[in-house]
């Protein structure tokens, strides 16, 4: 079992639609959360990070944890057609710099 | 300073033969990262440095693979006698890390690489 696991999709939703993207994870010593948006032959940009369980919200998105069941989310209201890329969730152990990252979920928003 | 650069861009090689790769992080970040993201996977962690110090090292890194950062600055990735299997994304990242925490990564465009 991937540390980190996350449904690849491809998701394709209506401009405007509400987005959930989900990751669940298996090491209980995760401690931090980050998504992050890849466009095509791109590197990753970091969108939201957050630490431990709770939500946190930025403009159209909102990042949630879920410590308890190890389930963590990414929703995007308003979907744009900019918004079509691969998201990607990752954790890191405190302490450790290495982020385990997602496989990625390919977004397409149609206008 | 316009963020994390990769060079080169692509790159195509014969299997066996050697390859280097460099990356100019952001000038005021202390730590360097080195990930590998193949087709539909996320990116692999391979190493990092703070500063010019090599401070942590993933298994993926066989003893064909090296990375430098000389005086603390930009770093190098070779592959010596690259395989097939080589072929991916290598991406750098750098951050900034300080007493109130990390700011977080900023990634550069990444280095394709193909063996043939």
């Known amino acids: 079992q991937k540390e980190v696991e996350q449904d690849p999709g491809p998701l394709s939703v209506p401009e405007g639609a509400i987005v959930s993207l989900n990751c669940t994870y298996s090491?209980?010593?995760?401690?931090?959360f980050m998504w992050y948006r890849q466009y095509s032959r791109k590197g990753p940009e970091l969108l939201m990070y957050?630490?431990?369980?709770g939500n946190k919200e930025d403009g159209r998105f909102t990042a949630q944890v879920d410590k308890s069941s190890k389930y963590i989310s990414l929703f995007i209201r308003d979907s744009q057609p900019s918004d079509s890329a691969t998201y990607l969730c990752?954790?890191?152990?405190?302490?450790?710099?290495?982020?385990?990252f997602g496989k990625g979920t390919k977004l397409t928003v149609n206008p | 300073d316009t963020g994390v650069s990769q060079d080169p861009r692509h790159k195509i090689t014969k299997r066996g033969q050697n390859v280097t790769f460099r990356c100019d992080p952001i000038?005021?970040?202390?730590?360097l990262y080195w990930y590998r993201q193949t087709l539909g996977q996320g990116p692999e962690f391979l190493t990092y440095?703070?500063?010019?110090?090599?401070?942590?090292k993933s298994r993926l890194l066989s003893d064909r693979f090296s990375a430098e950062r000389p005086k603390g600055s930009f770093s190098t990735l070779e592959i010596q006698r690259t395989e097939q299997g080589d072929s991916a994304m290598y991406l750098c990242?750098?951050?900034?890390?300080?007493?109130?925490?990390?700011?977080?990564?900023?990634f550069g465009s990444g280095t394709r690489l193909t063996v043939v």
């Open positions: 990242a750098s951050s900034l890390v300080w007493a109130g925490g990390n700011v977080g990564y900023t």
């Open positions: 090491n209980s010593a995760f401690q931090y």
């Open positions: 957050t630490y431990s369980s």
């Open positions: 990752a954790s890191n152990q405190g302490g450790s710099e290495k982020l385990v």
């Open positions: 000038s005021e970040h202390n730590r």
């Open positions: 440095f703070q500063n010019e110090a090599q401070l942590e």
